[in-house]
């Protein structure tokens, strides 16, 4: 097995590299997926209650709604960055619960619109 890696080595060095960095990668990726997996799994963070720590991509994942419905009740353009919501208060000059009340009526306006909508087809 050595002497193999060795020949493969030696012969084929930029080959090996990129197979090493390809696996590397897919580590990462891996792992990262199985994190987040885990995390959210946790009931203990759905539908946690609005903190001024939380950023609104997580308030999206804990609350499960689409990210663009949170974006949208703080008036956040695309590419924003991670911006908390003490931040984005800071930002408009109001007070945190405001916020909160922004983005929870939004998230039950999203929530009864699906419920009008009814299941989809199943398939």
């Known amino acids: 097995m050595t002497h193999a890696l060795t020949l493969l080595w030696r012969d084929n060095k930029l080959l090996l590299a990129g197979f090493v960095l390809a696996l590397a990668v897919m580590a990462f990726f891996a792992i990262r997926t199985v994190a987040f997996w885990i995390y959210w799994a946790d009931p203990t963070h759905r539908n946690q209650a609005i903190e001024p720590w939380?950023?609104?991509?997580?308030?999206?994942?804990?609350?499960?709604?689409?990210?663009?419905?949170?974006?949208?009740?703080?008036?956040?353009?695309?590419?924003?960055?991670?911006?908390?919501l003490a931040e984005i208060a800071a930002r408009d000059g109001v007070s945190l619960e405001e916020i909160a009340a922004r983005v929870v009526a939004a998230i039950e306006a999203e929530r009864a619109a699906h419920r009008l909508l009814g299941p989809g087809p199943r398939g």
């Open 54 to 84: 939380m950023t609104p991509r997580y308030v999206a994942h804990s609350w499960h709604v689409p990210p663009e419905v949170v974006a949208e009740a703080l008036d956040l353009r695309p590419g924003s960055g991670r911006i908390t």
